[in-house]
């Protein structure tokens, strides 16, 4: 096959693999809505079988060469994940798959944050333009209605938008992690990822007072499911996808998993949007968008 087919096949067969786990990805907060147990035991069965599921790709990858440091970020990885996963599922419960998957996309404005504060990057007009169409888009979604939404709901607000820094804060570890890990394979990394996340997640379940057995067949088969699509497809397949795209390509590709959570939100669970929740939803995946491009590539 010459050189220049041989790219393009391979930039097609990632877009693919891109777009069926941003598919696949969308459906993670469904699982934690369907299955009927807390949102903190939820979180840890998560962890608990993908690190069982993961552990046959971790003994085929190296395990030597992981120095302290990595083995430190890796555990304050965790420890960012753990809070993130906390918050994420009582905000899914609290406010909807839609609206605390569209939160924890804020993420990207989390990390351009850091990056212009810390790293001392320019922020460039996707950045500036894309926040203002987030904010903008989630003004229009929140204040008309805000004065008739309960307590139970403006906490699920503020549980999304403290995903979307505590899901910054693991990514900035671990991806620093990644960079460092020498010849231990990233498998491996991963492993003790969720290993580490889940044993941080086990007490704080029981210290919320949650039951840790699942209820019968289909919960099991849900938090089975939820593992599986969110962790082992959202690391693995998903991970090894996006360095090949372009950085357009992977943004549209990422946008998939905050939209399609809201064409699930309507359909399973009747959650509906009016008009100028429309158009907020529209401004908000916009301004997404503009964010992820931003520096999609170079963070891949």
């Given at each position: 096959?010459p050189?220049a ?7 097609r067969?990632?877009?693919a693999?891109?777009l ?27 962890m608990a079988?993908?690190?069982?599921m993961?552990?046959p790709?971790?003994l ?9 440091r990595?083995?430190?970020?890796v555990g304050?990885?965790a ?17 909807g ?15 351009a ?9 320019r922020g ?5 333009v ?5 904010i903008a ?11 008739g939404?309960d307590?139970r709901?403006?906490?699920g ?10 899901y910054a804060?693991?990514?900035?570890c ?6 460092l ?11 003790w990822?969720c290993v580490?996340?889940s ?12 039951g ?6 289909t919960?099991?088969a849900?938090?089975l499911?939820?593992?599986f ?11 090894r996808?996006?360095?090949?795209l ?12 905050p939209?399609?959570a809201?064409v ?7 959650t ?12 908000s995946l916009a301004g997404?968008?503009?964010?992820l ?8």
């Amino acid at each position: 096959m010459p050189e220049a087919a041989r790219v393009h096949h391979d930039a097609r067969g990632a877009l693919a693999t891109m777009l069926l786990g941003a598919v696949l990805i969308s459906t993670s907060a469904v699982f934690v809505k369907w299955v009927h147990v807390g949102p903190t035991v939820s979180a840890f069965w998560r962890m608990a079988l993908a690190a069982g599921m993961l552990l046959p790709f971790a003994l085929r990858a190296r395990w030597t060469g992981m120095s302290s440091r990595v083995a430190l970020l890796v555990g304050v990885a965790a420890v960012f994940f753990a809070l993130d996963l906390w918050m994420w599922h009582r905000s899914i419960l609290y406010v909807g798959v839609g609206m605390a998957t569209l939160l924890g996309n804020f993420q990207v404005f989390v990390l351009a944050a850091y990056g212009a504060l810390v790293l001392r990057e320019r922020g460039g007009w996707r950045l500036w333009v894309g926040l203002l169409l987030a904010i903008a888009g989630l003004a229009l979604m929140l204040v008309p209605g805000w004065g008739g939404f309960d307590a139970r709901f403006r906490v699920g607000i503020g549980f999304g938008l403290g995903t979307a820094a505590a899901y910054a804060g693991f990514l900035l570890c671990f991806r620093r992690a990644q960079a460092l890990r020498g010849e231990a394979g990233n498998e491996a990394l991963l492993w003790w990822m969720c290993v580490g996340t889940s044993l941080l997640l086990l007490p704080m379940a029981l210290v919320g007072g949650e039951g840790l057995s699942p209820h019968g067949a289909t919960d099991w088969a849900s938090l089975l499911a939820y593992a599986f699509i969110a962790q082992v497809c959202g690391w693995l397949v998903i991970g090894r996808a996006m360095p090949r795209l372009s950085a357009g390509a992977l943004g549209l590709c990422l946008l998939l998993q905050p939209l399609l959570a809201y064409v699930w939100d309507a359909t399973l669970f009747g959650t509906r949007l009016d008009a100028a929740g429309m158009v907020g939803l529209a401004l908000s995946l916009a301004g997404i968008f503009l964010g992820l491009t931003r520096g999609a590539r170079r963070e891949a």
